[in-house]
């Protein structure tokens, strides 16, 4: 009766809130982990139709903007993910954040709390297809990393808004190397509706001029993820385009490749993105109303302004050391630059760097849970010619990651 009880209140759980491995397919890392169902109730799990997961991070926070520090607690991350494969072929997943908006988007209809909700079929042991709201196969390792497991994303990533209601098929000519092809939509709403009203693009003379929405606002996407040496040098590649206002698309290319040993894993990612409309945002925060400025234009008409023709760059690399036995050493560095290649003054105007490293500790080796210590560094430094200051930002985080093995 008790068995019946708990896995009754843990369907429950699951039906009505309102989630993550990896982003991309089924992914995740689910090790050999315990469930709470076999721990508790001692429910023996006979098949992988039914699995659920809570991953939940959070920390006491020490920041600071250059020398003023300031203290907190923080819920860093809190999702419900429910996944599994109810036959040889048909699969299934469901993410779903619990601290975010769950208004529908006018383009999708979807929440933007629901990361995913999709289903996929193997046609065989080649060629699969995934339909529903996906993240984009973007490549690179830190794009496809568990959220709960990054301290601090890199700006570009930090900025990327991915998870996106698509298709996509994916051929595997050896079971080592994987070619993906994804169509999905570029806006989770409409144009106006996550950019705001009265979007415009700034030029090289100030001129300001109004942004259209695209009549097919759509992300092409080719990836290919490789394995090789026995799994050891593994790769993210990927190219993409993507377009939503009428005459200016986005391009994007995404290296990465990690070294994965036993006890050492290393990844180091390239990414570039070539903006017709800076979709990313992080070049017009910085520079437009500092430019605008200079022109004199009445401040209520810059209120959403965006550079055009934007180029960003981003190095990415990071380390996990596992030094000794339920102990993990991560260090990790960025290093991006922002260039708005129309405008002489904004051209490489803005170079972000940043470094984060943690000790991790896993008390209980039959759990994805882990306390850790860690430290993230920032800085920011701009081009005189534009007349924004540099500054650095600092932050020390005490806390825990649990990824929750319910059922």
């Known amino acids: 009766m008790k068995q019946l009880i708990l896995f009754s209140a843990m369907l429950a759980v699951t039906l009505t809130a309102n989630a993550q491995g ?5 992914g995740g890392n689910d090790g050999d982990y ?16 039914f699995n659920v997961y809570f991953n939940y991070a959070a ?56 990361d995913i909700m999709m289903v996929g079929y193997n046609l065989n042991d080649k060629l699969s297809l995934m339909g529903g709201k996906m993240c984009q196969i973007w490549g690179g390792f830190e794009f496809d990393e568990n959220p709960m497991y990054i301290y601090q994303y890199s700006d570009m990533v930090d900025n990327m808004d991915n998870f996106m209601a698509g298709f996509v098929a994916s051929y595997k000519p050896v079971p ?22 009265y979007l415009m693009t700034v030029g090289p003379d100030h001129e300001l001029e109004a942004v259209h929405p ?67 945002g992080v070049a017009s925060s910085d520079g437009v109303s500092a430019y605008l400025s200079e022109a004199e234009i009445d401040p209520d008409r810059t209120q959403n302004v965006r550079f055009k023709d934007v180029n960003y760059n981003s190095f990415i690399t990071k380390l996990n050391w596992q030094f000794a036995p339920q102990w993990n050493l991560m260090l990790k560095g960025t290093y991006e630059t922002a260039n708005v290649k129309n405008i002489d003054k904004l051209k490489n105007f803005r170079k972000s760097i940043g470094w984060a490293g943690s000790v991790e500790y ?26 924004l200051s540099s500054h650095n ?15």
């Not at 494969?85 to 006018?106: I, P, Q, V």
């Not at 896993?362 to 007349?387: C, M, T, W």
């Open 214 to 280: 695209a009549n097919h606002p759509l992300t092409f996407i080719l990836n290919w993820n490789g394995s090789f040496f026995n799994d050891k040098l593994q790769t993210r590649w990927s190219w993409g385009t993507q377009k939503q206002a009428e005459g200016l698309s986005s391009k994007m290319l995404v290296l990465g490749q990690r070294l994965n040993l036993p006890k050492l894993q290393w990844y180091f990612d390239y990414m570039g993105a070539w903006d017709g409309f800076d979709r990313l």
């Open 59 to 114: 920390s006491a926070q020490a920041s600071s903007y250059d020398d003023e520090w300031t203290s907190h607690f923080a819920n860093k991350q809190m999702r419900l993910e429910i996944k599994g494969n109810l036959t040889d072929k048909l699969f299934y997943r469901l993410r779903h954040r619990m601290n975010k908006s769950n208004a529908a988007k006018g383009e999708d209809n979807f929440a933007k709390a629901t």
């Open 22 to 26: 990896g982003n991309t397919r089924m």
């Open 34 to 49: 315990q469930s709470l169902a076999e721990r508790v109730a001692k429910i023996e799990k006979k098949n992988d139709m």
């Open 176 to 197: 080592t190397q994987e070619i993906a092809v994804e169509v999905s939509n570029a806006n989770n709403g409409q144009l106006t509706e996550d950019y705001g009203d």
């Open 362 to 387: 896993y008390p209980d080796k039959s759990q994805d849970f882990r306390v850790f210590l860690a430290y993230i560094g920032h800085k920011y430094n701009y081009s005189e010619k534009i007349g």
């Open 393 to 407: 930002t600092n932050r020390i985080e005490l806390g825990f990651m649990y990824r929750i093995k319910c059922y």
